[in-house]
């Protein structure tokens, strides 16, 4: 037992003195692999929070007859409530948007009869759920007209479809490339060595024996490189959401910390278990 | 010592094909070769990394294709001088001697560098035990191999082209080396197609050719 285990720190210590600057290179390249990584997926992350967001902001106004007593109109926001995908709700009183409408155009109201009705604003989640909102809220009583903000829908379509365009192109442009580098530096750094390992296997060491010190390298070098990838990237993420925060939607910092975070726990735990498989040596 | 009984390896052609050879104790042999790929799988086969697909391969008494695992009681019984000689690139001289020792035997760090230190300064190779194989010329690199192999003092042993990188007029030392050992009990197959060598040693003559052996 304790021979095996001074045999390997035995490799291990030989193998980091003849390539040092093989693994120094290559760990730093990890580490810029892991940076990329992250940012590639914390940015999906956002965009797909941005979107949940977008897609929970399609809206509808619902304008009440003037007839309609103040018991009706509680009872037609309760039966609107109620609807499938109905997000929020807000009632505007005629008497305020009217005073709102004069301040924006700037003349005031006194004496004018109010040509304005009580309505509601509603968000829904999606467009499906908007139209299907609209059929229904049109045939409750008391209610004059439904109103769809198009201009408002359109926007909104187009920027979800944007943003799912930009998370598919950021998924195989660039988190599948990060993660095939991050294999291949991996296998490299055995395959660089295939000359001594197959020395070895022909001395009559075992191949499991022969690569648990590249793969124990491995390992270490792929955890460190995550961990300090992660906090460089953590760090940049914090300054560029207290720079950016008033321009784009961005994830709480304890948010991406904690995703992140489990993560790189997942691929950890993961990769020295299939590393094994993964990188083949001859024979 | 070693057997080889209808071996036929795993190729669709298969490179080796029903071959016999069967070398006993004690014996010097030479083994001529027309193709690399023919020598080295028959290396293979003998070091356990090659599994054929019909034949029996006795080493010491032992059908070794019986075994799934490499049987380190056998292997440490054969020492091979690899033609291509599997130094260990990122061991010392000293690393690379002692390597075998490591594997087969229980002893301590300081007795295995002793044994190590001893075999290299046979081969004149003991100032050089701390450098690591880039500083070692062609001819150098060769003895550590032939060094290597006498590390564990095998009962059969495998030399592929010995005198390769060798100058010619140590040749002669080197052959004279190899018929002590024989004397004194030690099974050799040398692996060679050096009319030097075969002038020089009075042992069994082979010749390895499609697949199958031949005498010479």
């Known amino acids: ?283 | 010592m070693l057997n080889f009984k209808n071996i036929t390896t795993n190729e669709k052609k298969p490179y080796l094909n029903n071959l016999n050879l069967h070398i006993k104790i004690g014996e010097i042999t030479i083994l001529n070769y027309k193709s690399d790929i023919e020598k080295n799988k028959l290396i293979d086969l003998i070091c356990q990394l090659e599994t054929p697909k019909s034949g029996e391969l006795f080493i010491d008494g032992k059908n070794i294709l019986n075994s799934k695992k490499r049987l380190k009681v056998i292997q440490k019984k054969i020492g091979v001088c690899y033609g291509d000689f599997k130094l260990i690139e990122s061991k010392n001289v000293l690393n690379n001697i002692i390597f075998p020792l490591e594997i087969y035997t229980p002893s301590s760090k300081d007795e295995l560098i002793k044994i190590g230190e001893n075999t290299l300064k046979t081969f004149g190779l003991y100032n050089k035990k701390e450098f690591p194989l880039s500083k070692l010329t062609l001819e150098e690199k060769q003895r550590l191999n032939i060094a290597r192999t006498m590390i564990l003092d095998p009962d059969l042993i495998i030399l592929d082209n010995p005198d390769r990188y060798i100058e010619n007029n140590k040749i002669d030392n080197l052959m004279n080396y190899f018929i002590e050992l024989n004397k004194i009990g030690k099974t050799i197959l040398i692996f060679t197609n050096n009319k030097k060598i075969e002038s020089k040693i009075s042992g069994n003559k082979y010749l390895l050719e499609k697949g199958a052996i031949s005498n010479v």
Request: hydrophobic residues 45%; charged residues 20%; proline residues 2%.
């Open chain 1, 1 to 283: 037992m304790f021979k095996k285990i001074r045999q390997m720190n035995t490799e291990i210590t030989e193998l980091i003195q003849k390539n040092t600057t093989y693994y120094t290179l290559s760990f730093t390249t990890l580490i810029f692999a892991f940076l990329f990584f992250n940012i590639s997926l914390i940015s999906i992350y956002n965009l797909y929070q941005n979107n949940k967001i977008l897609n929970n902001s399609y809206n509808l106004s619902v304008y009440i007859n003037n007839n309609v007593s103040q018991n009706s109109i509680e009872t037609i926001e309760k039966s609107i409530l109620e609807l499938e995908g109905v997000e929020g709700i807000s009632y505007i009183d005629k008497k305020i948007a009217l005073q709102k409408l004069t301040e924006k155009l700037g003349i005031t109201n006194h004496g004018m009869t109010n040509p304005l009705l009580n309505s509601f604003n509603i968000t829904t989640h999606g467009e499906e759920n908007l139209n299907n909102a609209k059929v229904v809220i049109d045939e409750i009583d008391g209610v004059k007209e439904v109103i769809v903000n198009e201009k408002n829908t359109i926007t909104l379509n187009k920027k979800i479809a944007q943003n799912r365009k930009l998370m598919i192109w950021l998924f195989f442009i660039t988190l599948i490339p990060i993660m095939i580098m991050k294999f291949n530096i991996m296998h490299s750094t055995v395959v660089s060595q295939s000359h001594d390992i197959e020395a070895k296997l022909y001395l009559g060491l075992e191949k499991k024996e022969i690569l648990r010190p590249y793969y124990f390298i491995n390992n270490i070098k792929f955890i460190s490189a995550g961990i300090i990838g992660s906090l460089i990237f953590l760090n940049l993420y914090e300054f560029l959401r207290r720079s950016l925060s008033d321009f784009f939607y961005l994830a709480p910092f304890f948010k991406v910390g904690i995703i992140v975070g489990i993560i790189m726990t997942v691929i950890s735990l993961i990769f020295p278990l299939i590393s094994f498989n993964i990188i083949k040596v001859k024979r």
